[in-house]
């Protein structure tokens, strides 16, 4: 075929095709899998349903369990810290991956972690790298240009057992981010305010879920931490996942990972993530623009990441709103949360402060809420917490006396798990149920009851997070990060 007529294609387009197996029918791929997740919550059931089918894992070397979403993090935790229905779970998906030769970060492993933590970690999750987890938020992992989506125990059960899976090959978009990010605004603002603009359901035009490469001058800014951030929400947008192509930056920030190439393979492996790029005139089923010069830290004010606004704004009136099902969806959020029309974000008080979960627990999310929290200390009337996403991140944390800075600022410092990024996460923050406290959090999700029942949760950065656990109420990091 002359050069001329190969068509443009996108990094989606260059990751799918290097892993298709066969297209049974249009529309359709089976791809080969590279990488399995499974984790304690819905694990044990994949591989007892597997094993009851008579079938064991293909590939158990390319499949990885972590335990994670119902376990304590409580310091000193052990099998007694968590509840009854946890540990069976925890017993039981240990077991079962230990049978089935699957390399498990268990509790007592000191590279245990929130599995979407683990896997960049480790460089187990590469670029070009397709990857596969029971968990919605599996895309986390795009960050470095790796294909990774959420899927279903069923899915997870035919990956298992076969390293492939049958996949709808999805429309594509591009994202893109210009300007340049002003101070103290940061990855999660980005997500925050290209949901609250575009809504829940912006990364599925025509109730389709599309492939997100997150591109543009902010976005090559940004930290692969930020970067991973970024595409851990793709999915709050609707989206079927999110990546950003590799460049020097995931190089650099991949070298040396325990799973990662070495040497001469690492050369030819950094040569082929290189070119993981999309062509200039290639082709979009859908695109959007958003510029950051201008963006202030994002606040969410209802119950859905699109409800989500300027830290210093104000919560918008449902009435405004034309489509009738939104607006009595915002009407319901301003109930539960307590809200008026016209009030500002910034002023209202909190009773609780988290940072954690995939979205928020790395170490560089760490070492910017320590630095805003040196000398200073918590309002008293706030409950804060800190949960690392893995233990490496708290010990790495530890090596560097972060963690004497929060407890020294009033914050609880735990062992890693997802924690209070759910209300059945193992934790809670000790309100009474159906207390209604009020949260500020570095979390994914704030939908009714996502931290307890009754607890109305906003979501922002680590940033905002502490400054308005330093003030007792929502405030704007803006001046902390000045003074």
Same mark, same amino acid.
């Given at each position: ?7 443009a ?5 260059r ?7 066969? =297209? ?7 791809l080969?899998?590279? =990488? ?9 059931? @994949? ?14 070397? =390319? ?5 994670d ?18 540990r069976?779970?925890?017993t039981? /998906?240990?077991n ?27 460089? !187990? ?5 397709? @990857? ?7 895309g986390?992992?795009?960050? @470095?240009?790796? #294909? ?14 076969t390293?492939?899976? #049958?996949?709808?090959? %999805? ?8 300007g340049?990010? +002003? ?8 997500? #925050? ?9 912006g990364g599925? +035009? ?17 930290p692969?931490e930020?970067?991973l951030?970024? *595409?851990?929400?793709?999915?709050? /947008? ?10 020097e930056?995931?190089l ?5 990972? %325990?799973?990662? +190439? ?11 993530? $290189?070119?993981?790029?999309?062509d ?49 969806? *915002? ?26 979960? *995939? ?42 006396? $972060? ?14 798990? *997802?924690? !209070? ?31 307890? +029942? ?30």
């Amino acid at each position: 075929m002359n050069r001329l007529s190969v068509p443009a294609r996108t990094i989606i387009d260059r990751i799918w095709d290097a892993h298709v197996v066969a =297209r049974p029918e249009p529309g359709q791929a089976l791809l080969a899998i590279d =990488r399995i997740f499974l984790h304690e919550r819905t694990g044990p059931a @994949l591989l007892a349903g597997l094993a009851a089918s008579g079938r064991a894992p293909r590939h158990p070397a =390319r499949i990885f369990g972590v335990m994670d979403h119902i376990v304590s993090t409580l310091p000193g935790r052990n099998e007694l810290s968590h509840g009854p229905s946890a540990r069976s779970f925890i017993t039981e /998906f240990r077991n079962s991956a230990r049978s089935a030769g699957i390399r498990l970060f268990d509790l007592d492993d000191r590279l245990q972690g929130i599995v979407h933590v683990v896997s960049p970690e480790q460089g !187990l999750a590469l670029p070009g790298l397709t @990857l596969v987890c029971p968990d919605s938020h599996t895309g986390t992992v795009g960050g @470095l240009g790796a #294909l990774a989506w959420g899927i279903g125990s069923t899915e997870g059960e035919h990956a298992v057992a076969t390293g492939t899976l #049958l996949t709808p090959e %999805p429309k594509r978009m591009r994202v893109r981010f210009d300007g340049v990010l +002003p101070g103290g605004v940061v990855a999660k603002d980005m997500i #925050l305010a290209l949901i609250g603009r575009f809504g829940a359901s912006g990364g599925a +035009p025509g109730g389709v879920a599309h492939a997100i490469e997150f591109a543009g001058p902010a976005v090559r800014a940004l930290p692969i931490e930020g970067r991973l951030t970024l *595409c851990n929400m793709a999915v709050e /947008f609707g989206a079927w996942t999110g990546l950003v192509a590799p460049d020097e930056d995931t190089l650099q920030w991949v070298a040396g990972r %325990p799973h990662a +190439p070495q040497g001469a393979h690492f050369d030819q492996a950094a040569a082929h993530w $290189l070119a993981l790029r999309s062509d200039d005139d290639a082709a979009w089923d859908a695109e959007i623009t958003l510029d950051v010069a201008n963006l202030a830290p994002q606040v969410s004010w209802g119950t859905s990441p699109e409800h989500t606004g300027g830290v210093d704004g104000i919560v918008p009136d449902p009435s405004q709103e034309a489509d009738a099902a939104r607006r009595r969806a *915002c009407e319901q959020a301003l109930a539960y949360m307590a809200l008026k029309p016209g009030q500002s974000l910034a002023g209202t008080p909190i009773d609780a402060a988290f940072i954690g979960s *995939c979205t928020n627990s790395r170490l560089s999310d760490l070492r910017a809420a320590a630095a805003m929290l040196r000398g200073a200390k918590v309002a008293p009337s706030v409950k804060a917490i800190v949960v690392p996403g893995s233990m490496p991140v708290k010990a790495a944390a530890e090596a560097e006396g $972060l963690h004497r800075v929060f407890e020294d600022a009033g914050f609880e410092w735990r062992a890693s798990g *997802c924690s !209070l990024c759910f209300f059945s996460g193992g934790d809670s923050f000790g309100f009474a149920e159906g207390s209604a406290r009020r949260v500020i959090s570095s979390t994914n999700r704030n939908f009714e009851g996502r931290q307890g +029942p009754g607890v109305r949760t906003h979501l922002a950065s680590p940033l905002t997070v502490v400054a308005s656990a330093l003030a007792g109420h929502i405030t704007d990091p803006r001046p902390y990060l000045e003074s």
